[in-house]
Nanobody
């Protein structure tokens, strides 16, 4: 069993930055593909960014490329999402999840989700 806990959300003005963290416990996630998803009010949950393990490869949804950076620290069993140049369109609840399919970046059927952290960007 894996528990994922997100932190780092909050209220920020447009153009600002936030860094989200996803701390895993219960077992090591160093061999998992991990990712960030978000759900805005009235919208479906969408993929934001994913990161593999070993030879690290990252993937981003088009709307965050060049602004968001996903990373992981396997020694700390933690994943991060650095978000820069935030806009009101980034307002959502952000979730971390693992493991993901390395090719599709979809959460596997028995995957785990965090409880989410709210990110609100004011204009």
């Amino acid at each position: 069993q894996v528990q994922l806990v997100e932190s780092g959300g909050g209220l920020v003005q447009a153009g600002g930055s936030l860094r989200l963290s996803c701390a895993a416990s219960g077992r090591t996630v160093s061999s998992y593909v991990m990712g960030w998803f978000r759900q805005a009010p009235g919208k479906e949950r969408e993929f934001v960014a994913g990161i593999t393990w070993g030879i690290v490869r990252t993937q981003y949804t088009d709307s965050v490329k060049g602004r968001f950076t996903i990373s992981r620290d396997n020694a700390k069993n933690t994943m991060y999402l650095q978000m820069n140049s935030l806009s009101p369109e980034d307002t959502a609840v952000y979730y971390c999840a693992a493991p993901l399919d390395a090719r599709t970046m979809a959460v596997l059927p028995n995957g785990y989700w965090g409880q989410g952290t709210q990110v609100t960007v004011s204009s």
